[in-house]
């Protein structure tokens, strides 16, 4: 892949994706550090905003997060022990067997896996860690809520997902992964959210964005109109959950 056809689907809301994207629990960084065979080097693909790049510092001594979107990176808060770079995940720019762990979250359906995975091979130490992290369609603590959160994904917006999506419904288990595969139990990936914080990581949707071109005006303003007065007070914060799905596998075995 070259940068020329780097499918970004994701810089016009770059912005937004700052803001409202969860952050994945610190337990996953002090899991995956266990499992590496040294806690030197991380390196965070498709690292969008750093939402994932910010557990690692942590558990790892250095972390470089790359990504194809220059937008995307702009928006990283910055951190002494994060180096933010543009380039692909098949291009990667970093050195020889020199990588602890490799990390992919909410990513992984939008790479050249077969090159992704020749790339890791020759920048993964031995015994190196891979993980690709996904979480699915989220769900709200109150049964009579979460009914419209499931027909605004599944019908509403369901035809303008990018095919890739529904490696994300799989949690990934249909993607290719040609390594040593070490199981393990994801943390819960779950925060608190007022409304306008859920419509707020709802709008950060691609599928929000093709729906919106497409139908000429935006469906997520026609759900929340819906939906405000079932929330009661749209300041008063909500349990919100996502499956979180992580594969695991050891690089370059020894």
Not at 190 to 206: K, P
Request: hydrophobic residues 40%.
């Amino acid at each position: 892949m070259t940068q020329s056809n780097f499918e970004d689907h994701f810089s016009q809301q770059s912005q937004d994706y700052a803001l409202f994207r969860p952050h994945y629990p610190d337990a996953l960084g002090k899991i995956l550090a266990e499992l590496a065979p040294s806690t030197q080097f991380a390196l965070d693909v498709g690292c969008g905003s750093g939402q994932f790049s910010e557990v690692l510092v942590d558990y790892f001594d250095q972390v470089i997060a790359i990504d194809g979107s220059a937008e995307q990176i702009a928006q990283a808060k910055p951190h002494p022990k994060i180096q933010y770079r543009q380039a692909l995940a098949e291009d990667t720019q970093i050195a020889d067997q020199s990588v602890d762990l490799i990390s992919v979250a909410q990513a992984a359906h939008w790479l050249d896996l077969d090159k992704f995975y020749v790339e890791v091979q020759r920048i993964a130490k031995p015994n190196a860690i891979l993980a690709l992290i996904t979480y699915g369609v989220f769900s709200v603590d109150e049964e009579h809520l979460d009914h419209y959160f499931k027909h605004f994904y599944e019908v509403t917006i369901g035809p303008y997902w990018p095919p890739e999506r529904h490696h994300v419904d799989e949690g990934y288990k249909n993607l290719p992964f040609p390594f040593q595969e070490i199981p393990i139990q994801p943390p819960v990936l779950q925060v608190e959210w007022n409304f306008y914080q859920l419509i707020g990581y709802m709008s950060t949707w691609s599928a929000v964005k093709m729906a919106t071109k497409a139908l000429g005006h935006n469906p997520l303003n026609v759900l929340a109109d819906a939906l405000l007065p079932e929330w009661e007070d749209p300041e008063l914060p909500r349990i919100i959950s996502w499956p979180l799905t992580v594969r695991v596998g050891r690089v370059n075995v020894q």
